[in-house]
């Protein structure tokens, strides 16, 4: 167990939704990092919070949104759902941007 | 921008021999972190070992080493008296030194499926 909490486990859902996805980090990191796991395009980095602040976008598409709260649980947002947005959404966590990272179980996104 | 390489789509090896998984990376800066993770059917990503760029010594963590080659780019694993608990997604990951906070991301390869045969 990396200490890294993600809920839900599993989701399924329609073309045109919108998910929330959630993530609390180990006790005490302050970074939140998402990564995206498609087939057709691997392990790809979303983006990154520090302490409430966004500090890095990595190819995250506009219908996407993320935050990280006061108590530095973090939140990914997606909208307008399309069928290729299925994949394994990770989040990881470090004590800050230097650290080492670790990763949470991921949610497994279906869009039908 | 890095890239990050890993030529074998698949390596399958016998219970209790030693298998090697490649990796082979692209970048243009000097300080940097390489990383293997583990990504076995509970979807859970582990780190396996990690490897800084300014040490010449090969990291090792137990049944695991790397062969980290700088001028080639090359960053291999090695998995010494394998097990079949190391079947599992092994992914090289690479992570740049640079204190700018877009330099904190992993950049992953496409994976490695690797087999234990009992």
């Known amino acids: 167990d990396s200490g890294v909490t993600q809920t839900p486990k599993h989701l399924i859902t329609a073309t045109g939704q919108r998910v929330t996805l959630r993530c609390s980090p180990r006790?005490?990191?302050?970074?939140v990092y998402w990564y995206q796991q498609s087939l057709d395009q691997g392990l790809q980095f979303l983006i990154h919070y520090y302490n409430g602040e966004e500090r890095a976008k990595g190819n995250i598409l506009e219908r996407f949104s993320a935050q990280q709260f006061p108590d530095l649980h973090s939140e990914l947002n997606l909208s307008s759902l399309e069928l290729g947005d299925s994949a394994l959404y990770f989040c990881?966590?470090?004590?800050?941007?230097?650290?080492?990272?670790?990763f949470g179980q991921g949610t497994r996104l279906t869009v039908v | 921008a890095q890239t990050v390489t890993q030529s074998q789509p698949e390596m399958s090896v016998q219970e209790a021999e030693t298998v090697t998984l490649s990796c082979t990376y692209d970048t243009s800066e000097s300080d940097y972190y390489l990383f293997w993770y583990k990504q076995p059917p509970s979807r859970q990503m582990i780190l396996v070992i990690r490897q800084e760029a300014y040490k010449q010594q090969n990291a090792t963590e137990n049944r695991f080493s790397v062969n980290f080659q700088k001028a080639a780019k090359s960053f291999s694993l090695k998995i010494s008296d394998s097990q079949l608990g190391d079947a599992a997604m092994y992914f090289c990951?690479?992570?740049?030194?640079?204190?700018?906070?877009?330099?904190?991301?992993?950049?992953f390869g496409q994976g490695t499926r690797l087999t234990i045969n009992p």
């Open positions: 990951a690479y992570r740049s030194g640079g204190g700018h906070w877009g330099a904190q991301k992993l950049v």
């Open positions: 006790s005490g990191d302050l970074s």
């Open positions: 990881a966590s470090s004590v800050g941007p230097e650290t080492e990272a670790f």
